[in-house]
């Protein structure tokens, strides 16, 4: 690895500058619901990183429930339940958000994507002293695929874009891409994902019990995709990638876990292609438990990743992954991966076979050693409380994007 690479404590002291250990402002995290999802699984980190640290810190959710409620609970993270009635339910949501401010004694508000982002916009018209952080997970996104409320959305969060004290992107396309839609360049940082190298890890028994549950053969190699089913994550790319590899790869098997609403297309185009009996759709599935499974890991994405955890979560699994070079997925597997062009199923299958040659148990352990050594919880919990710092003390030095080890 090059001697200019910049790596976990290093990354968190130049992207924010420091914080003195006893500032540790009342803090609040504001998210849509705790249902899994990527972004809300590195929300749990961080909030039980604080907690873990003395910090006084709680979530605030639109919508109470969700199965990442427990981690928060055991952790002793609180909770707050902002009630919200459905879309429409602005003004009533907003003056209970602003009241919910105010009776916990919130000085800075971190909220995690576009709907809250501009919640917590409006939100700060009412308490005006409380800083505002906010957090972009996307790049690229192509919004020609989605209906009208995600295209308002972004329209709005771009014409509030100047009103948070600082903006954290999870990646460095996330960031680049905020500044070509007016996002100011010198209130962002970088904070790459933190992923849990012990959660995440080689496991003999959880793959045999995967592999068994999937009814997969010991003679068959998995190639795989964790994502859910939605159309920037191009699973017709991965589809067909897969029916050129069936004909020159019996011995393959292909698994897709994720659920979402391009399902049935999915399976159609299964039946079309004729590989509806190597191809299974799983829905979701404990992704530990599911990366173990795979022998190969995917990623067929056309636009809209920042940080793909999936993809850092297999390399710690110890998985080679074949990743389209879309947002930081390239940055993320540095020389222990392929990356191709998006939209591009020649490539992309050619990229399998090029990782099946090379995969051997020390280029495993070098890939998980480098998701150790790059993307730590602890590396973002430290980058991220050093950013809030600065946003608590009105400080906006330029911005010092700290993207993943480059190789």
């Known amino acids: 690895m090059a001697a200019t690479n910049m790596c976990s404590s290093k990354r968190a002291e130049q992207n924010a500058g420091g914080v003195k250990s006893h500032l540790r402002p009342s803090t609040m995290i504001l998210c849509r619901s705790l249902e899994v999802g990527g972004a809300e699984r590195q929300l749990v980190e961080l909030a039980c990183g604080m907690q873990r640290r003395g910090w006084d810190v709680c979530v605030a959710v639109f919508y109470a429930g969700g199965p990442l409620s427990k981690d928060l609970q055991c952790a002793g993270v609180r909770i707050l339940n902002l009630r919200k009635r459905g879309r429409w339910?602005?003004?009533?949501?907003?003056l209970r958000t602003a009241r919910t401010l105010r009776q916990a004694k919130t000085e800075i508000v971190y909220s995690f994507l576009g709907g809250p982002n501009i919640g917590s916009a409006l939100?700060?018209?009412l308490v005006p002293n409380v800083r505002l952080v906010w957090s972009i997970r996307s790049s690229n996104v192509d919004l020609a695929r989605y209906g009208w409320p995600s295209r308002?959305?972004?329209g709005l969060e771009r014409a509030l874009a100047r009103l948070p004290d600082m903006i954290i992107a999870n990646s460095e396309a996330g960031r680049q891409f905020a500044i070509i839609n007016g996002f100011p360049e010198q209130s962002i940082a970088v904070i790459p994902n933190g992923i849990d190298t012990n959660r995440f890890r080689p496991d003999t028994r959880l793959r045999a019990k995967q592999r068994q549950d999937w009814g997969v053969a010991d003679c068959q190699i998995v190639v795989g995709i964790l994502a859910r089913l939605d159309p920037m994550k191009d699973h017709p790319s991965f589809l067909r990638a897969m029916s050129l590899l069936a004909e020159v790869r019996p011995d393959l098997k292909f698994i897709c876990v994720g659920e979402g609403c391009e399902r049935s297309a999915l399976e159609g185009l299964a039946i079309e292609l004729g590989i509806a009996n190597r191809v299974q759709f799983t829905g979701t599935a404990?992704?530990?438990e599911a990366l173990n499974g795979f022998d190969v890991a995917c990623s067929s994405s056309s636009s809209g990743e920042g940080f793909p955890n999936a993809i850092a979560e297999a390399m710690a699994c110890g998985k080679p992954c074949v990743v389209t070079d879309v947002g930081d997925s390239g940055l993320i597997v540095g020389s222990f991966g392929t990356v191709v062009p998006a939209g591009d199923p020649y490539a992309l299958a050619a990229g399998v076979l090029r990782e099946l040659t090379r995969k051997s148990p020390e280029r495993s352990a070098a890939g998980r050693q480098r998701i150790a050594s790059c993307f730590s919880v602890d590396s973002m919990v430290e980058g991220t409380i050093a950013v809030l710092g600065?946003?608590?003390?009105?400080?906006?030095p330029e911005s010092r994007s700290a993207s993943a080890c480059a190789e």
Do not use: E, K, Q, T
Not at 89 to 94: E, H, Q, R, T
């Open 152 to 154: 308002l959305s972004y």
């Open 390 to 396: 600065r946003a608590h003390r009105r400080d906006r």
């Open 286 to 288: 404990d992704p530990v």
């Open 123 to 125: 939100v700060r018209c």
């Open 89 to 94: 339910d602005i003004a009533g949501f907003i």
